[in-house]
Each structure stands twice: as C-alpha cells, then as structure tokens.
C-alpha cells in the first residue's frame, strides 16, 4: 500500500440506519464511512473521491477551493463522489465566510466540473456546458465502472462458450433431432390440448434461445466480442428449436437479424446528438415490428402443420414400436 505511494487509513464499516428500508439500494450501504473524512485533522485539505471517477486534466484547483466544495446535482443535493473538506476546529462547518474572500465558505463546484458518463449519450462527446469537463463519474451498474472495462481476463470464458455453441450447431446440422422422429403416429383426434402444450413449448424454447446467451456472457469482456458471443450462441439456441419443432429457419431468425439491424442503427457514427440516435433506434423498432409479429404466425402455423402432418405420441402406451430408437432417430 505505502509502497505505491499512498497511505491506507483502515476504518470500522458504520452502521446504516436506512438499511432496513424496502426502497434502499444495497450499493449504498456503506455510503456513511465517507463521514470519516471529518476525523482526518491531521491535513490541511481533503478531496474526497469516488473510485469511479476519472480523470480528463489537471484539477490543482481543488486544493485552493473554500471550506467545502461540491459538486451538485440539483440545488438541493451535491454529489458526495467529489468534494474539498477543509478542517477548521475553532468553526462550525458550513461556517459563513468572515469577509467575503473567496477562500472561506461554501462553494458549488460548476455542474459541468463533474460529469455523468450518461451526459456522454446524450450529446455524443465529453464537452458539457457549465464547467470545465475535468472530472468524469460513472454511477449505475457495476459493470458498468471503468476498472471492469475489457480487461481481457474472460477471454478462456468467451472460448469455451463459442465451442460449445459451434459445437451445438455442428450437432443439430447432423444429427437433426424432432420429435416426429423420436415419437409415433397417433390417428386420436382429441389431443389439442397436447398440441397447444406443445406449441406453447415452442415459443417458449425461442423464447428462452434469445434470452439465455444474454445472461451468460461476462458483464466485462468488450461489447464487440460480446455482442459476436451473443449472436452465435443465439443461433446456436435458435437451431435447436428449428431442428426440433420442424421449424422454418427464416421466421426463427427474424429476431436475430433484427437485433443486428438494430446494432447497426445504434453505431451509426454520424447522428449529431444521442436524442437523434434514439429517435432513429425508435423509427427502427417501429418499422421492425410488423415484420416480428408475421415471423411469429409463420411460426404458429408451421407448428400446426407439422402437429397434424406427425400426429405426436405414441397411440397406445404399451404399443411396441416398429424399429428401434437408434433408427427412429437417424
């Protein structure tokens, strides 16, 4: 610690007494061991800094700013990720200045001094009004905080997923398993509820093909590589139903080449602020949804004609089966 050139003051965690709140953020939880900045009277001067700050230029100011300087969020609240303390035993904090010097008092550091990442959406570039742009914070998510940005670390990972998602597929293009092969024919009429079940089943088996990668890629790995890990394990997922449910594979993939639309819109590099981008991601997925709701009756209809083209199930429990499994299936 000392050995990098900075000197570790280890703290007892203080007790939150909004804790037990149904709306409080667990983030949040040791938010009050900041109050231990006031017991630091050996300084001069504290800047007390959030670990998710970055940054742009040089900020010496900060060391000749008043009594305390914050940043605000509005003109109720200041952001506690950047402030200067300056300890006065022999005065109250917040004490008014004795003669209106710029060094004494309180003080409102410029909006802009501090910038949200999210300002960065909205125009498309750093340079925010109302301050010098020389601190940059990067509230929300976790994975969303500059030390957890594509560090490489999850590469094994993201190897492993892509072979078992080609391997998936590679296994589905050969074998092409159904349940027409795997089940027998069956002349019973009264087996609609079976035959919604199933299509039910389906739809939720797609469902489950575009919602699944999502989850498993790390939160970390660059969204390049991320995005790639998504659309092959996504296809990958989608093959399986495809090949299961005898379904048509472009209504199957309408969704897929719809999203891949929509990263397109998204990185298009010449919209002059983010509010332009969002109208043009809108427009896309307006335009797109026709065309997502005719893939999904293509694939409801697909579903009904294979259920009736091979009746599912076998017609009587103890029934024996012609030929053996292995041959049912290849």
């Not at 109720?76 to 710029?102: E, R």
């Not at 999210?118 to 498309?124: D, E």
């Amino acid at each position: 610690e000392e050995e990098d050139g900075a000197k570790v003051v280890r703290v007892e965690n203080m007790d939150n007494p909004y804790k037990h709140q149904d709306s409080f953020d667990k983030r949040f939880k040791l938010s009050l061991n900041k109050l231990y900045a006031w017991s630091l009277v050996d300084y001069d001067r504290i800047v007390m800094l959030d670990a998710d700050n970055l940054f742009l230029q040089n900020t010496d100011e900060l060391f000749q700013c008043g009594q305390f300087c914050a940043v605000f969020i509005n003109p109720c609240v200041f952001h506690t990720g950047l402030s200067v303390l300056q300890l006065l035993l022999d005065k109250p904090m917040f004490h008014p200045p004795a003669n209106g010097t710029k060094l004494d008092g309180t003080y409102r550091l410029p909006l802009g001094y501090q910038m949200d990442a999210s300002y960065y959406y909205l125009k498309l570039r750093w340079s925010v009004p109302c301050g010098p742009n020389n601190v940059i914070t990067f509230p929300g998510a976790l994975w969303l905080k500059p030390w957890y940005w594509w560090y490489g670390a999850e590469m094994a990972v993201i190897l492993v997923q892509s072979a078992i998602y080609l391997g998936v597929i590679a296994m589905t293009r050969l074998a092409r398993p159904s349940f027409s092969k795997l089940c027998y024919r069956r002349s019973d009429k009264s087996i609609n509820l079976v035959h919604n079940s199933l299509k039910l089943v389906a739809l939720w088996c797609i469902l489950a093909a575009y919602v699944t990668p999502f989850f498993t890629i790390p939160h970390t790995v660059h969204p390049l590589l991320g995005w790639i890990l998504y659309l092959l394990g996504t296809f990958a997922l989608c093959s399986i139903a495809i090949n299961v449910f005898m379904l048509p594979m472009l209504p199957v993939l309408v969704p897929w080449l719809g999203i891949i639309g929509a990263l397109m819109v998204m990185a298009f590099p010449w919209y002059p602020d983010g509010v332009v981008r969002a109208l043009f991601v809108f427009a896309y997925a307006f335009c797109s949804a026709p065309f997502l709701w005719a893939s999904m009756l293509r694939i409801v209809q697909s579903l009904q004609l294979s259920l009736e083209r091979e009746a599912f199930l076998p017609a009587r429990l103890g029934e024996s089966s012609p030929n053996s499994w292995f041959n049912k299936l290849y």
